[in-house]
């Protein structure tokens, strides 16, 4: 090979024009309609060519083009006025700074993918989408936050079609350096890298650093030619490879990832892992703990875990990351040691009984174990991950495990439309961009004049139609289609029919075929020539899904029978892009999946700020927000065995929506051709959803429910030196050695009759705590109404007061009442939880006895 001399080419221009560049480097201009249209006001089939990216605009547009804008007054001032914007953006204080200016708090997010704009393609779906809009919203909210990830080479995949409709996937690469992307140095000059050991050699990672408004995303990238081949492609792809190339990504992205945040001089104080890819993150939090302030492992574990939050997206098992025993000592064997463990403690960290040499060591376990706090994304999520991970705690009712929910939300801001952003500047007020949570200003859209906002939502539904044309035609010239079916391209779609939305990821279980299940009736619902209706489907299949893969096959050839193909259209290739046009356009968006299997689905979020309605199965975010008049609800969350009968049962419940409510309500007009049925439910929609599932509540729930209680309890834990950790470590041990002399002498009740609602049950017990304090248990009651099968129904606990020593020999008293609120059969039993002021939470897997 010849010796290849590199350099960097960047844009050149006028100097008039060099704030572009500033404003090019930092997305905030992806949620800025004013800042979108200056760039496109460059050029605007070059913002489109180029993935509606201002870096890459700023590098290929003419020269002459540059040098004629920068003489251009009306252009100059569009700029200027942007520009003022941004600086004040940069510089006004948050909802952070006015509300919590004397909290000592810095945050580091750790996230594998992060969906920002489609012109930075390192996401996959809703986990990096959610992960960008946290991003976001914690720079509007002015949250001082610091986030993690990966760069990856190649990103996610790019779809597209064959003749046959069965997907192909494109790998094309990154350029980073026409991305808005810095590299970071030392003060000498030299890169700023950090390394990681991986099977006896250090990886190599240099850091980039991506601006989001005011939050800085650091990103490790090992394609540098001092690492070996193999190291070099460990950043290579988003979810890439195989089990050992996902444990070697995710060694990077939490061993080195605290080891970047050190390299810059950051030292949070809480750690966000958002989900179990970065947990390892947690490790490394200890180690470094241990060698710098001279402590045990659990003197660090104590220390570091208190200021951990996780939060888990999956609802089945099998989504999290699990590693064979075998694995995870090829790549880790070296670093144990390194904390001070041998090899069946640190197995156990990821395992849900610590003492199964055969069990896998899964990622979210191990995030369980070390964060203070760990929650789902939506009240059914936080209900099925409480009994997926019930065994980490088996003394415990599924109820009380200590996993609760904060459920997802959108950045409206970055979804909304100019048109409907327009509207709400008008009759809403600036606050709603500023105050997204405010139920006060969102009642205000009841101001909107119903012309107004239906003409508005014309406008975008007409976007969307041509959009799809558009689309469908390359589609189609791409797989070689004939001409007149590629000329026919142009007439699929009405733009004043009633549209309705299907974007997912080809995951069997979102049931993406599920409309199709009655053809027959299908095709008399969309092709009614009086009230026509049209489908719109976008979405990807795991390049390993072949039944994914199959449901869009089966789609592409349904949109090929003759009565379905102006009104069935796929769009290839789904990504935010494709999303924008697909929420601000469509008016009602369908979600199916098999309930409870979706975690939040944040994509129906993002169509009622656009005037859009949602018609989904009772799952995720949908039964928290669903009311009878501002949506739909297929079926009442019932539960079914049978998977074929439920899907013919839920296929004909769409069926019925839409012939008997959704499609009579949107075409019942008045004499001014206005549905007024269809647009009260529509402002219902935005007045009801859009305060309450947005990331500035998200933001705002994980900060004061989960971010400053972590922080507070951290820098208890390291005052005096980390003194407080150390005693905490202490006493921790002496109860697990203490425990197994724990015993519940006695139980008795005041009396065995019958009593009325409004008494009170009167319990004494005797716990023998042999060498434990009184003060360091809480004994309690839990009691609860009893099902058919004797079994506690929705206990809850009552901590019974210490009397006095029963004797001499470590016997001591406890008495407690139970109020009689309801009457059946009820029941109770006693349990013993170690108590210490310092601890986050009273459930300490092995530490709770029953009586």
């Not at 670093?335 to 041998?342: A, N, V």
């Not at 009968?645 to 009579?664: F, N, T």
């Not at 208890?716 to 202490?730: D, H, P, V």
């Not at 004994?779 to 099902?787: A, S």
Request: charged share 25%; hydrophobic share 40%; aromatic share 10%.
């Amino acid at each position: 090979m010849p010796t290849i001399r590199k350099f960097t080419v960047i844009p050149s221009l006028p100097g008039r024009l060099e704030p572009l560049r500033k404003l090019a480097y930092n997305l905030w201009w992806c949620w800025s309609h004013d800042a979108i249209s200056l760039f496109q006001r460059l050029d605007r089939d070059l913002w489109e060519t180029a993935s509606h990216n201002p870096v890459r605009v700023l590098g290929t547009i003419r020269q002459e083009r540059l040098d004629e804008v920068a003489d251009d007054e009306g252009f100059l001032s569009h700029m200027d006025r942007v520009v003022h914007q941004f600086e004040q953006y940069r510089r006004a204080p948050g909802w952070f700074d006015k509300a919590h200016a004397d909290e000592d708090v810095r945050i580091a997010y750790f996230s594998a993918e992060y969906g920002l704009s489609d012109s930075m393609p390192i996401y996959s779906g809703g986990l990096g989408i959610l992960a960008g809009d946290h991003v976001k919203s914690s720079s509007d909210l002015g949250l001082p936050l610091v986030c993690v990830g990966l760069l990856y080479r190649v990103g996610y995949f790019r779809q597209y079609l064959n003749a046959d409709g069965w997907q192909q996937e494109l790998y094309p690469e990154n350029d980073f350096y026409n991305l808005p992307l810095e590299r970071l140095r030392d003060d000498s000059g030299q890169l700023l890298t950090i390394s990681v050991d991986m099977l006896g050699r250090p990886v190599v990672a240099q850091i980039w650093r991506l601006s989001v408004g005011r939050v800085p995303i650091y990103l490790l990238d090992t394609n540098l030619e001092q690492n070996h081949p193999a190291d070099r492609e460990v950043t290579a792809q988003l979810y890439g490879g195989d089990l050992e190339m996902r444990i070697r990504q995710e060694i990077l992205l939490g061993i080195g990832g605290q080891r970047a945040l050190e390299a810059l001089g950051i030292e949070p104080t809480v750690c966000h892992m958002n989900e179990g890819h970065s947990a390892f993150q947690a490790l490394e939090r200890i180690r470094r703990t241990m060698l710098r302030h001279k402590l045990s492992f659990d003197q660090a574990r104590l220390a570091t875990a208190a200021g951990n939050v996780f939060t888990t997206h999956t609802p089945v098992p099998a989504g999290n990351d699990m590693f064979p025993p075998e694995l995870v000592d090829k790549y880790l064997g070296h670093y144990w040691p390194q904390l001070g463990l041998h090899r069946d403690q640190f197995m156990g960290l990821g395992r849900i009984n610590p003492g199964d040499a055969h069990e896998p060591f899964c990622m979210t376990v191990l995030a369980i174990r070390l964060a203070a706090f760990s929650n789902g994304v939506s009240q059914l999520h936080g209900e099925v991950s409480r009994k997926m991970w019930s065994g980490i705690w088996p003394e415990l009712q599924v109820e009380e495990v200590p996993i609760a929910s904060v459920t997802n939300g959108i950045h409206i801001k970055s979804m909304v439309s100019r048109d409907m952003a327009a509207l709400y500047d008008r009759y809403l007020g600036p606050r709603w961009r500023d105050f997204a949570v405010s139920n006060a200003v969102w009642e205000r859209v009841e101001q909107i004049p119903d012309e107004e906002l239906w003409r508005s939502h014309e406008r975008l539904r007409a976007r969307l139609v041509a959009f799809a044309r558009r689309q469908l035609r390359h589609q189609l010239e791409h797989r070689g289609a004939p001409q007149s079916e590629r000329e026919g391209a142009v007439e699929v779609l009405d733009p004043d029919a009633l549209t309705i939305g299907f974007a997912r990821r080809f995951a069997t279980y979102k049931r993406a075929t599920l409309m199709f299940h009655d053809l027959e009736r299908l095709k008399r619902i969309l092709g009614n020539p009086e009230r026509p209706v049209q489908i719109i489907i976008a979405g990807k299949a795991h390049p390993r899904d072949n039944a994914g893969k199959e449901f869009i096959r089966q789609i592409i050839h349904h949109a090929r029978d003759p009565v379905l193909r102006r009104r069935v259209v796929f769009i290839e290739d789904y990504d935010i892009g494709v999303a924008r046009y697909l929420v601000q356009g469509v008016d009602v968006w369908l979600n199916n999946p098999r309930r409870p299997m979706e975690a939040s689905g944040t994509s129906g979020m993002k169509c009622p700020p656009n005037g859009g309605l949602n018609m989904s199965v009772p799952d995720g975010w949908w039964p928290e927000a669903v009311a009878p008049d501002n949506g739909w609800s297929i079926g009442q969350g019932e539960d079914y065995t049978d998977h074929q009968y439920q899907d013919e049962v839920e296929s004909h419940a769409i069926y019925d929506l839409l012939e008997k409510e959704v499609i009579p309500l949107f075409y019942e007009r008045g004499t001014d051709g206005l549905p007024r049925g269809w647009i009260r439910r529509m402002k219902a929609s935005i007045r009801t959803i859009c305060p309450v599932f947005n990331t500035d509540r998200m933001v705002h729930d994980y900060t004061e429910r989960f971010y400053l209680p972590a922080a507070r309890r951290a820098r208890s834990l390291r005052e005096e030196r980390f003194g407080r950790a150390g005693a905490l470590a202490r006493w921790e041990a002496h109860v697990r050695e203490q425990w197994p002399e724990l015993a519940l002498v006695s139980v008795e009740t005041a009396t065995d009759e019958d009593l009325e609602v409004g008494a009170a049950l009167q319990v004494t017990a005797v716990v023998h705590l042999g060498g434990l304090l009184p003060e360091e248990v809480t004994v309690q009651l839990f009691h609860g109404p009893l099902d058919a099968t004797g079994r506690l129904h929705r206990g809850s606990a009552i901590t019974m007061g210490y009397m006095e020593p029963d004797d001499d020999r470590g016997n001591h008293v406890y008495a407690g009442a139970i109020p009689c609120r309801t009457s059946g059969r009820h029941g109770f039993s006693v349990r013993v939880l170690p108590h210490h002021p310092d601890l986050v939470t009273a459930f300490l897997p092995g530490l709770i006895r029953w009586g």
